[in-house]
């Protein structure tokens, strides 16, 4: 099986790459540098010398706030460049694999929101996210796509890494509380992904680590399993402004995977632990 990844830079593109080459299959990652997805040309071409069996989209455009001023660039990434490389795919008839997000829902509510939930995003990476999706279903029908929530891996910026940074220097920090959704472990979500184009059961999942828990509870157990010091002091969303608005509600429902016979994806407890033993080794390498 060939495999074509994109967003190698990135925190899952990464993985990915790492996982697929585990399971022995032939997998070329590419990062921004080495493909433009908002060039149609380019990626026809490399698709087209390539012919993968499977792309894995995991390029985005994610800062969530700079795409609210930055919409042009937004768009291109997340909706044009999904659109040529789903054409490509569609060319060679490769599986496509789309990653989405939580953003693509309103937060309204506390219950979980499951895979057939009509979309609402409220902010403009949410919507391009959307926008993404509807390219994917409405071109091919061999896809799968996966929201997610709270990514961490180790190549990259996130959550944790800012957090143990900056508890080296404060002793306290005001974390948002009324915000819940579930951390997503790049190294178990690119497991899924490996399982999942495997076979034909395709379809929109939501794949995230079990158990759901706000920022500020998040920040706690990260300072707990690391024996920091630093106290967290839960704030509501409204005295933390941002440019764009973030959903309240990010609980994602996996009812598809546990019925389609996929594993679930360990607790996000869990994860943390296997991660940051994960950037303990790492940083002992360095």
């Known amino acids: 099986m060939k495999v074509l990844v994109t967003g190698y830079g990135g925190q899952l593109g990464f993985d990915v790459v790492r996982e697929c080459e585990?399971?022995?299959?032939?997998?070329?990652?590419?990062?921004?540098?080495?493909?433009d997805i908002t060039n149609r040309?380019?990626?026809?071409?490399?698709?087209?010398?390539y012919e993968p069996d499977v792309i894995i989209h995991c390029a985005a455009y994610t800062a969530v706030d700079k795409a609210e001023d930055d919409k042009e660039n937004c768009w291109n990434v997340n909706?044009?460049?999904?659109?040529?490389?789903?054409?490509?795919?569609?060319?060679?008839?490769?599986?496509?694999?789309y990653i989405s997000t939580d953003y693509v829902f309103n937060g309204k509510g506390e219950s979980p929101f499951n895979e057939d939930d009509q979309p609402d995003p409220i902010g403009y990476y949410g919507l391009t996210k959307y926008e993404g999706e509807k390219v994917v279903q409405s071109l091919i029908e061999n896809y799968f796509i996966i929201r997610i929530s709270w990514v961490f891996g180790v190549n990259g910026n996130n959550f944790i890494k800012t957090m143990l940074r900056l508890s080296e220097t404060r002793d306290e920090l005001n974390i948002v509380g009324d915000q819940i959704g579930s951390p997503t472990y790049t190294v178990d979500l690119a497991r899924l992904i490996v399982d999942l184009i495997k076979t034909d059961n395709y379809g929109i999942y939501h794949a995230t680590?079990?158990?759901?828990?706000?920022?500020?509870?998040?920040?706690?157990?990260?300072?707990?399993?690391?024996?920091?010091?630093?106290?967290?002091?839960?704030?509501?969303?409204?005295?933390?402004?941002?440019?764009?608005?973030?959903?309240?509600?990010s609980r994602l429902l996996k009812q598809k995977l546990v019925e389609n016979g996929f594993q679930s994806l360990p607790s996000w407890q869990d994860a943390l632990a296997r991660y940051l033993v994960q950037l303990n080794k790492r940083d002992e390498v360095q």
Do not use: C, M
Not at 41 to 49: H, N, R, T, W
Not at 79 to 97: D, M, P, W
Not at 233 to 246: G, L, M, Q, V
């Open 79 to 97: 909706v044009e460049g999904t659109r040529y490389l789903v054409e490509a795919a569609k060319n060679h008839h490769s599986k496509f694999i």
């Open 209 to 249: 680590n079990d158990g759901y828990t706000s920022w500020a509870n998040f920040a706690k157990e990260i300072f707990k399993q690391t024996n920091s010091k630093t106290f967290v002091k839960s704030i509501a969303s409204e005295d933390y402004p941002t440019r764009a608005s973030r959903p309240k509600n």
């Open 41 to 49: 040309e380019s990626v026809f071409s490399l698709v087209d010398s």
């Open 22 to 35: 585990r399971h022995g299959l032939n997998v070329k990652g590419y990062n921004r540098q080495e493909l």
